[in-house]
């Protein structure tokens, strides 16, 4: 069976940086490496939305409100998916999540303050 961990949270000041990482098992690296990646991020109250994915081929997207400031990559042979987070702001608080194949993992949580 698929299983995610993410790790990496914690607590930083506003304009501070965290690498999330995320870390897949209950699957080889070819299939891993055929399939896009995602991260999502909850805050309290409000709905999981998309931050950024990195398909097969490693293109990558971003949302809106961290373009510029998060960059998102993966590593195949190790079966990982990074967040790099530039520029924290209190607004990126949130629980992140890894997604990949529909599967998630049990998240991150991301504690910036002002």
């Known amino acids: 069976q698929v299983q995610l961990v993410e790790s990496g949270g914690g607590l930083v000041q506003a304009g501070g940086s965290l690498r999330l990482s995320c870390a897949a098992s209950?699957?080889?690296?070819?299939?891993?490496?055929?399939?896009?990646m995602g991260w999502y991020r909850q805050a309290p109250g409000k709905e999981r939305e998309l931050v950024a994915t990195?398909?097969?081929?490693?293109?990558?997207s971003y949302a809106d409100f961290v373009k510029g400031r998060f960059t998102i990559s993966r590593d195949n042979a190790k079966k990982t998916v990074a967040l790099q987070m530039n520029s924290l702001k209190p607004e990126d608080t949130a629980v992140y999540y890894c997604?990949?194949?529909?599967?998630w993992g049990k998240g991150t949580l991301v504690t910036v303050s002002s």
């Open positions: 209950g699957t080889g690296f070819a299939i891993f490496s055929i399939n896009a």
């Open positions: 990195i398909t097969s081929g490693y293109s990558t």
């Open positions: 997604n990949f194949r529909g599967y």
